[in-house]
């Protein structure tokens, strides 16, 4: 399901099942595929299905740091002038193979995971939401994974989700928050 725009965080019990609430990100959302066998390559999926990993050889060169049999979701962002880009983002994923490489090493682009799909090689879609957060809680922290991979912020507290709502929609790259 695509985000809606909201004004304000639901009052306590407005969420079935409880709310988490992770930081809505200006860029493209992908799903990030490391290999389930040796010589299987790295894949990186639009939210349209399509595979994109060659506009991304820096994301793929830096999934050595990350577990086989692992599947993220995430938004692909980029930096540029010390600042997300959503411009840049654009022009890296209409590069053509040939100034690809010079883009990627202009303006990296980071894999911000808000999920994880399947862990060690096992599918993870029916677990719950907090257990895979821990997974991937886990994944970040075992690892050490530092940029360009990040962890998505995530809060269960209805006062600080309210507070990124009100403070991070005027910051350039953010637009607000996911419940």
């Not at 099942?17 to 389930?36: I, N, V, Y």
């Amino acid at each position: 399901m695509l985000a809606q725009a909201r004004e304000s965080i639901p009052g306590p019990g407005a969420m079935r099942g409880g709310m988490a609430a992770e930081t809505k990100w200006d860029g493209h959302r992908a799903l990030l595929f490391t290999p389930t066998r040796t010589g299987e390559p790295v894949l990186l999926q639009s939210r349209g299905g399509a595979l994109i990993q060659a506009r991304f050889p820096d994301l793929v060169a830096a999934a050595r740091q990350l577990p086989d049999g692992l599947v993220l979701d995430g938004e692909l962002t980029v930096w540029s002038q010390g600042q997300l880009s959503f411009e840049a983002l654009q022009r890296r994923a209409s590069a053509g193979a040939r100034t690809i490489r010079q883009l990627a090493a202009e303006n990296p682009a980071h894999f911000i995971a808000f999920d994880v799909l399947q862990a060690d090689g096992q599918e993870l879609l029916q677990t719950p939401y907090a257990r895979r957060r821990e997974v991937l809680e886990a994944l970040f922290a075992d690892r050490a994974l530092t940029p360009p991979w990040v962890l998505c912020p995530m809060t269960t507290d209805l006062a600080v989700a309210q507070e990124w709502l009100d403070s991070w929609t005027d910051v350039p790259g953010l637009e607000g928050v996911v419940l």
